[in-house]
Structures are given as structure tokens and as C-alpha cells.
């Protein structure tokens, strides 16, 4: 192995690459290997000698994608965590929500003695072309935030020019946990699915592996698209939040009469919802659909529950959800950024414009998309008890009369994002008459989300890709047209300043 492993691969929410570049079978290795010296140094913090735990019964759940080289990258992995005698509960090709469930299973005693894992490696690039890979961790029941990652690199790279020791084998159990997954969301829903018709597109990613069956297990009429699983994606990217990508679901929905389409991104951890016309929902009226559902009757009870979301949503997302009577909270993109929150909130729900959501309420916290999607089937069945005409785009009346702009993307080197983004809040806050109206506030908890008499706009630096994500929205579509190509012209001139 080399001692002078490339380790840039390591971000603030994953490790993400390309394959064979930034990603290699060497580096997942060490990973496995700096992971568990990690989950073992914080297992054994402040515990008395006699109670500590040893190496030999640490358990970690392994699963991956279908990319074609997820693979070699897992059985690299299993090799760097058994090598220090710890323990690999080997669930093979999963979708991520799955690895995430593997914490929270009891699993049965003749595959892991005392039934539960300790945390989970999940092999995936999620939406990101099929060049790219990566791995995201959890440690007890939650993911690895920004200072983890950052702890478990420092690790890895220890392990480069450490010294292993001799002789140490931990066990590799395969399971399959698929049947149990869907056991558990079985009996939660029954047969809520009776009487509605959905469209599933699986973008021949992992959740074709789960979601159209399960599905009719709850008593849909499903329509499929794309399940078989296939790491070349042949019929179109698997990422919802991209348009195109949802064409032939579109199309689909409204010849079939049905009365939704879900799509799944490749490790079916970011939902995509088409509805009964034909039209893709952003994430935010997504959540604030969920939210309607869950918080009304909490807040009916006396209840203030907090729902948490992040910059790149709509204004009215949170004006209504405080409307309603819940406490709205945005935070940073990223769905370890939004686990942290939601937890230091104790919130009752979370989501992001890219279509992650996340459910406390009468589920595990984590983003899991399928599971999403029985939330908005059950939705429609209760709505169509009382009106057998309901449509899932009833409920978003609130948007009506705000124009949104779609995600704007502008490339910029990773090397410069950061000297930009602080060159563009200093332009805005040395001309407060920039957009041609008052900024009324600048919220900079991640990149800069300027907030205008009627509407806001919005940069951020992507987390996993070398761009600019903006948004912008206001109560004409000329004004949100008008934020938009000044926001864009300055970006475009400042970043000429550098590249």
C-alpha cells in the first residue's frame, strides 16, 4: 500500500469522488480502517477498563449501490474494517435508507451476537454521474457530521504508516435485510395504498429493488419505469432533482390517469414527486405538504412542533409552517448539517429542496425516500376519504402567487469558492441598492440568502460539486427574473476575476 495516499476525497457530509481518481480501492481500505479506530475511540471515551469495548465486537453494516464499480470498493472496505478485527454485517446492494435501518434493526442473534450494529458504511456517489463514488458513515444511529468525517480522515491517514496488527480477522456475515425493511413498513401502513394509483420511476437504481413491490404490498396499483437495477443507467440519470430526468415519468403519470409518480435518486435516499398533471414538485412543497400532515393535529394538541429546512427553500415554506402554528428552522444544505439540527431541535420533521426528508414523526429521523413516499400515498388516501376528487396539487395553495426560480447552477474551481462567495457578500453589503428594492436582512449560516421586501436571493457553494447553487423568488416573475440576472452578472464578473 502507498504512503502517500490521496485523501482530498474526504468532504463535509461523505467521501465523494471519481472513481479511480479521488476514489480508490486503497483509500476505501484505510477508510474502513481509520473508521473503526474512530467508532472505537468513541465507544471506549470515558468508560472504566473493565467495560470497554473490544475491537473483536465491534459490528459495522456494509452496503452499496449499483454502480459498476461499487463492488471492489465494498470488498475493499470490508477488508480495511476486518483487518482490525472488527466485525461486517454485509448487506450487499441496498438502498442507503437501508443501511441507515441496520442500526435500528434487531437483527437476529444467530447473525450478530446481542442484535444490533454499532454504525453503517454505505458505498454510493447517491446523484452524482456514474464516474463518481463515495461512502457515507453513521455511528450510532446517526450520520458522521462535518468534525467526524474530518476525525475519521485523521485516522485513515494514521493507518497509511501504521503498523497493522498481526492476526487480526473479524467476521463477515451476509444478510439480507431487505425483507425485513419491508416487514417493518408493512406493518405500519397495512394496505393504506388501496384505491391509489402510482407511477414508480427507479432510474435502474437501488430502489427498484424495494419500492414498486412494497408498494403493492400497501394496495397501490403501481405502474413501473426503469427497475431493473443497472450501474450504466441506460434509460436516464437517477436524480430527481434534474428535470430532464423526470420526463418519461411526467409523461407517464398522466397517461396512466394515475394519481402520482414517485422517482428515486441512486440510493433512494432523495425523492422526486410528480403530480396527478404531470408537474414535478419542488422539495420545499413537498415538506410543506408532510408538514400540513403531521403538525396540524400536534399543534390541535397544544404542540409547537419544529420542522427544520434549509436556505435554498421557499419563504413561504416558513411563513406558513409558523402560520400554522409550528416553529420553522432553516439551517445548511446537507443531510448531515440537517440531522444535527433536527436533533439539537428536536424537531418532528426536516427536509431539503433536493428532495431528502426526514421523518421523526412515527419513524428514525433518517432520509429515507421510499418510506417518504408511503408518507405522501397515505396522504392521499386520507385526503380522499373526505374527497374522492382530491388531487396531491390541492394542497399547495400557498405557493400560489409567488414566482420561484429553478436551481440555478454556475460553475466555479472548488480552489476559488470560498474567496468568491466572500468577495460577492462584500459587493452586496457595499451596494444595499444592488437588486433595485430594500434588503430587509443577509443570512450567511451558509453562503449568502439575501432577503428582500418581496421575495429573496440566494447563493451557496455545493457541498459535493465543483459549483454555485442560486435560487431566487419573488411576487412577479419579473422581479424574480430581475434577482436572478443581477445576482448572476456579478457572480460572472467576480469569478472572471480569478479564473
Known amino acids: 500500500m502507498s504512503g502517500t495516499l490521496d485523501f482530498r476525497a474526504f468532504g463535509k457530509n ?7 481518481e479521488d476514489v480508490t480501492e486503497e483509500l476505501f481500505y484505510y477508510a474502513g480502517r481509520g473508521y473503526v479506530k474512530y467508532i472505537a475511540e468513541r465507544l471506549n471515551d470515558g468508560v472504566e477498563d473493565r467495560d470497554k469495548t473490544d475491537v473483536k465486537d465491534i459490528w459495522v453494516s456494509i452496503c452499496m449501490d449499483v454502480r459498476t464499480h461499487s463492488p471492489s470498493l465494498a470488498a475493499s472496505l470490508i477488508k480495511g474494517v476486518t483487518s482490525t478485527g472488527a466485525n ?36 454510493t456517489a447517491s446523484h452524482n454521474p456514474s464516474e463518481y463514488n463515495g461512502l457515507k458513515m453513521t455511528f450510532d444511529r446517526a450520520s458522521l457530521t462535518e468534525e467526524q468525517i474530518k476525525k475519521v480522515k485523521e485516522f485513515s491517514m494514521a493507518e497509511v504508516n501504521a503498523r497493522e496488527t498481526a492476526n487480526r480477522h473479524g467476521i463477515v456475515r451476509k444478510y439480507n435485510i431487505i425483507e425485513q425493511y419491508c416487514e417493518n413498513i408493512i406493518n405500519k401502513f397495512a394496505s393504506v395504498g388501496k384505491g391509489i394509483k402510482v407511477v414508480t420511476d427507479c432510474g435502474n437504481a437501488t430502489a427498484g429493488l424495494v419500492a414498486p413491490q412494497l408498494y403493492r404490498d400497501l394496495g397501490c396499483d403501481v405502474v413501473e419505469l426503469f427497475t431493473e437495477p443497472d450501474g450504466t443507467f441506460p434509460n436516464h440519470h437517477p436524480n430527481p432533482s434534474d428535470e430532464k430526468t423526470l420526463d418519461a415519468l411526467k409523461k407517464k403519470v398522466v397517461e396512466e390517469k394515475a394519481d402520482i409518480g414517485i422517482a428515486f435518486d441512486g440510493d433512494s435516499d432523495r425523492i422526486g414527486v410528480v403530480d396527478s398533471q404531470g408537474r414535478s414538485m419542488t422539495g420545499d ?19 409547537k412542533p419544529a420542522v427544520v429546512s434549509e436556505v435554498k427553500c421557499s419563504q413561504v415554506l416558513y411563513d406558513t409552517i409558523n402560520a400554522m402554528g409550528g416553529n420553522a ?28 426528508t426526514f421523518f421523526k414523526d412515527r419513524y428514525y429521523g433518517f432520509d429515507d425516500a421510499i418510506y417518504a413516499g408511503c408518507r405522501i400515498i397515505e396522504i392521499i388516501a386520507k385526503q380522499k376519504l373526505n374527497n374522492p376528487e382530491f388531487k396531491i396539487e390541492d394542497m399547495l395553495k400557498p405557493f400560489d402567487g409567488v414566482c420561484t426560480s429553478k436551481e440555478v447552477r454556475f460553475r466555479c474551481p472548488n480552489e476559488f469558492k470560498k474567496t468568491v462567495l466572500d468577495d460577492m457578500k462584500k459587493a452586496v453589503q457595499e451596494n444595499p441598492d ?66
Not at 441507515?100 to 454499532?118: C, H, L, M, T
Not at 412543497?285 to 404542540?303: H, M, N, S, W
Not at 449560516?445 to 439575501?450: C, F, K, Q, T
Open 14 to 20: 461523505d467521501i465523494r469522488g471519481i472513481y479511480g
Open 88 to 123: 461486517v454485517l454485509d448487506l450487499g446492494i441496498a438502498p442507503t435508507p437501508l443501511g441507515y435501518y441496520s442500526e435500528f434493526a434487531q437483527i437476529p442473534d444467530n447473525v450478530i451476537v446481542k442484535g444490533r450494529v454499532n454504525g453503517a458504511l454505505i458505498v
Open 285 to 303: 412543497k413537498l415538506l410543506l405538504i408532510y408538514a400540513e400532515d403531521i403538525c396540524v393535529p400536534l399543534v390541535k394538541r397544544g404542540e
Open 329 to 356: 428552522i432553516m439551517t445548511k444544505t446537507g443531510h448531515g448539517y440537517i440531522k444535527a439540527k433536527m436533533k439539537e431541535e428536536n424537531a418532528i420533521l426536516a427536509g431539503e429542496m433536493s428532495g431528502h
Open 434 to 499: 444592488l437588486f433595485g428594492t430594500k434588503i430587509k436582512d443577509i443570512i450567511t449560516l451558509d453562503g449568502m440568502r439575501i432577503i428582500l421586501e418581496d421575495g429573496f436571493a440566494m447563493i451557496r457553494q455545493s457541498n459535493t460539486e465543483p459549483v454555485f447553487t442560486l435560487r431566487f423568488e419573488a411576487k412577479s416573475e419579473e422581479n424574480c427574473r430581475h434577482y436572478e440576472k443581477t445576482m448572476v452578472d456579478l457572480l460572472d464578473k467576480t469569478v472572471k476575476n480569478y479564473c
